[in-house]
Nanobody
Framework: QVQLVESGGELVQPGGSLRLSCAASGSIFSRYAMGWYRQAPGKQRELVARIRSSGSTNYADSVKGRFSISRDNAKNTVYLQMNSLKPEDTAVYYC?????????WGQGTQVTVSS
């Protein structure tokens, strides 16, 4: 299993930007599909964005055009750039690593969008 550590969550005003980072342990990071999920209070965890080992990406409809996922295999890190943040983006954001169905999760980082 890979160990994941998220960072970058904080309080931000509506319309603002944040970049989340997820640092992974291990030497085969490039082979993992990496994802960002989020869970708001009282709601189920949902996929926000995913990037495969090939570099292909997919996004939840609610964040398309605002969020961007990327990875730096040399640094074993995946990023989530979040722009034009809305109050409904408030949630705990979790990093996920998936290697042929074997998944690992980070501890989560809180993002709060509020004025």
């Amino acid at each position: 299993q890979v160990q994941l550590v998220e960072s970058g969550g904080e309080l931000v005003q509506p319309g603002g930007s944040l970049r989340l980072s997820c640092a992974a342990s291990g030497s085969i990071f490039s082979r993992y599909a990496m994802g960002w999920y989020r869970q708001a209070p009282g709601k189920q965890r949902e996929l926000v964005a995913r990037i495969r080992s090939s570099g292909s990406t997919n996004y939840a409809d609610s964040v398309k055009g605002r969020f961007s996922i990327s990875r730096d295999n040399a640094k074993n890190t995946v990023y989530l750039q979040m722009n034009s943040l809305k109050p409904e983006d408030t949630a705990v954001y979790y990093c996920n690593a998936d290697l042929y169905g074997l998944e690992s999760w980070g501890q989560g980082t809180q993002v709060t969008v509020s004025s």
